[in-house]
């Protein structure tokens, strides 16, 4: 936790000139859109109010925290001396735990207290003897009422009937509380305590509240000589990756290491820059880097739109480690997949964001700091809106006759110059076209659930309903695949992370069944381009500590792996002129009975994702006669090829005599999509 920049002394009501309070606050930042300023700003920091001569006291070797909010504590653990309700219980007192939409919900934004007096307390019971070092506060997380804790007390006990209070010399310490209910403050004890279990005790709070909060312990560990069964510690991961996180420099350097590590099969380069110009760098791994093979498909995963979820950007950095030393070590599944699959990793979408959140640390970035660029996007409401266009036509009956089902250019206003389009977001767009994707996922925390498409409701003034593609089997299961093969979404004994009950879905949901989200990368890159992609939401904790990474790089291994490898499922080919031979780009790969079409990349490969069945596929291209074959997907994870070789048409003059027609129309949908496409790249070039 890096949070030794943001100190502010805290003086009690008798002060003790060898002893202080060390308080750290985070200072909110505004989301406006601003000017692009030459340098990057810095954070604010609160200066301290002492003389210079009171220097703040050296603080203790750091401590990681308990685990309340990555539930590492369990609910057995947490007890209250009285609560207003279930929904407001001991288990709800957890550091950026969510409320449900209703007042009185069953899962509620924290705990509050049933009685308000200074003889309140919320407990945790670390497991085994601990030295703690710090406790961090939030207040009531709810959009009906404002409810925190101002001031508060600590004890500390190893059988909770005699407790210890925390001293700041000789008088009791009563350390400062929040100003706010969601901005996390850190107060580091005078003193480490020992012991098993600590009360966090409100002594003052909100005037027009009531006594709620959420909080976070800060301990290490202690060995106990009366239980040698809390010696237990998790076995650690037999893959030696670095696990810890990286800020934009560090990345640079891991990604760098790793390709001078495997430079025949590894390739780093960028897709763009972000508004304050930090680079958005991509690993590709592949046994010809830099080059399209015919007939090999090409992947990507995407982390850090958001960019206070961090966990996703770990993840693919240690997945390039991974991926890079099994292959040099012969790991036969790993040799296989990066020689048939080219693999295109962006572990930071939103670098601005993440540097936000990065400065404050794991516990102090709270909910939202550092989800949105530095303009204010929120990303994942940043791409062009192709659901309402599509829909509106399927309502006149006009697809895919006249407006097509695939390949959907972008709307005009989005390619105006004074549009709201992030240089990020246009800088991944650009990245799709340059690249012919066919599966993708989108890395996400805060959750532990896998959404698929549509994320956007069709009926415009529903928060939430069921909203599913042309291929909504096919993604249901590669949502099943990464879910069930989740350490952590496949545990039976894991509870809710906030009020959503995804586990009896199994731990899939359609993503506008959940919540509403228009302009979503998911949406946008089914109905633009050839990609299947969808959203992972990794982890309860958005930001965990770096204790918690190896842990969550063993949960979501296998999980990684096997997703990348569903990009062989369905089948592919190449479509070809039947004279020449050559790769006919462009051309249309239709599927009897699913209204959404691929196309074919510029060699004339296709890769078109589909459940194991019996299907009648379709190829037409431009100035060809259409061709129509039988393919059969087997349940092996293998694609089954269906290439085409396609005979040129008549003429259209000649063939509009012969019909007794007027001549057919070029591909104007095609046509009208790079048009569209090329106004954006001119915006993103003058930006």
Not at 228 to 234: E, F, T
């Amino acid at each position: 936790m890096r949070v030794h920049n943001h100190r502010e002394i805290c003086v009690h009501d008798t002060p003790v000139p060898r002893k202080k309070l060390v308080r750290v606050k985070v200072v909110r930042k505004k989301v406006v859109r601003k000017k692009k300023p030459k340098a990057p700003a810095k954070e604010a920091v609160v200066a301290p109010q002492d003389p210079p001569s009171l220097a703040p006291p050296a603080l203790p070797p750091e401590c990681p925290p308990l685990g309340l909010e990555s539930l590492r504590v369990q609910d057995s653990q947490l007890r209250a001396s009285s609560h207003k309700r279930y929904g407001l219980g001991a288990h709800r007192g957890r550091l950026n735990i969510q409320s449900g939409l209703y007042d009185g919900d069953f899962y509620d934004g924290g705990w509050c207290a049933g009685r308000e007096d200074g003889e309140q307390w919320l407990e945790v019971d670390a497991g085994r003897l601990t030295n703690f070092t710090g406790v961090i506060t939030q207040g009531l997380n709810s959009i009906w009422t404002y409810d925190w804790v101002t001031s508060y007390k600590v004890q500390v006990s190893n059988d909770t009937h005699t407790w210890q209070p925390c001293h700041n010399g000789t008088d009791e310490a009563v350390f400062p509380g929040n100003k706010d209910p969601e901005t996390p403050v850190l107060n580091l004890l005078p003193s480490p305590m020992v012991g098993r279990y600590l009360r966090i005790n409100p002594q003052t709070w909100f005037p027009n509240g009531t006594i709620c909060l959420r909080a976070e312990i800060l301990g290490c560990p202690l060995p106990d000589p009366n239980n040698a069964y809390a010696w237990y510690s998790p076995p650690l991961p037999t893959d030696k990756l670095d696990f810890r996180h990286h800020n934009y420099k560090e990345m640079r350097k891991l990604m760098k290491r790793v390709n001078e590590e495997c430079p025949d099969i590894t390739r780093v380069y960028s897709i763009g820059k972000s508004y304050l110009g930090l680079k958005m760098y991509v690993m590709e791994i592949s046994d010809n880097p830099g080059q399209h093979e015919v007939g090999e498909p090409e992947f990507r995963y995407v982390a850090g739109m958001h960019g206070n979820e961090v966990l996703g950007r770990e993840l693919l950095l240690n997945l390039m480690e991974y991926l890079c030393r099994e292959f040099r070590l012969g790991n036969p599944r790993v040799v296989q997949l990066v020689t048939e699959t080219r693999i295109h990793l962006l572990p930071s979408m939103n670098p601005d964001g993440y540097e936000t959140a990065y400065k404050l640390g794991s516990e102090l970035s709270g909910w939202a700091m550092g989800r949105w660029t530095y303009e204010g996007i929120d990303l994942n409401h940043n791409f062009a809106d192709l659901n309402t266009a599509l829909w509106d036509a399927e309502d006149n009956d006009l697809v895919p006759h006249e407006f097509p089902n695939h390949y959907i250019p972008i709307p005009e206003y989005y390619t105006f110059a004074n549009a709201t389009v992030a240089p990020e977001t246009r800088a991944v767009i650009d990245w799709m076209q340059r690249y012919p994707f066919v599966l993708s996922a989108n890395l996400h925390g805060g959750e532990l659930v896998v959404t698929y498409p549509f994320d956007m409701t069709r009926t415009y003034w529903k928060a939430q309903e069921l909203t599913p593609t042309a291929d909504d089997g096919v993604f249901r299961w590669l949502a099943t695949v990464y879910a069930t093969s989740n350490l952590a979404m496949a545990s039976e004994e894991r509870r809710l992370c906030h009020y959503d009950d995804f586990i009896r879905y199994g731990n899939i949901i359609n993503g506008a069944n959940w919540h509403t989200v228009p302009g979503s990368m998911n949406d946008f890159s089914y109905l633009h381009t050839n990609c299947f992609e969808i959203t992972v939401e990794l982890s309860c904790d958005k930001f965990p500590h770096a204790s918690e990474l190896p842990a969550e790089w063993e949960n979501n291994r296998e999980s990684l792996l096997l997703y990348m490898e569903q990009v062989h499922r369905g089948i592919k080919g190449v479509v070809r002129d039947r004279d020449t031979e050559q790769g006919i780009a462009n051309a249309i790969i239709s599927v009897d009975g699913i209204n959404h079409d691929v196309r074919t990349a510029f060699d004339g490969d296709y890769w078109r994702l589909l459940n194991p069945g019996e299907y009648e596929v379709t190829a037409r291209a431009e100035g060809y006669e259409a061709a129509t074959q039988p393919c059969r997907v087997s349940y092996e994870n293998v694609p089954t090829p269906c290439s085409f070789r396609l005979a040129r048409a008549p003429r259209p003059r000649l063939r509009g005599r012969l019909s007794g027609g007027p001549p057919p129309l070029p591909d104007l949908p095609l046509r009208l999509r790079r048009e569209r496409l090329r106004r954006l790249r001119a915006h993103r070039r003058a930006q």
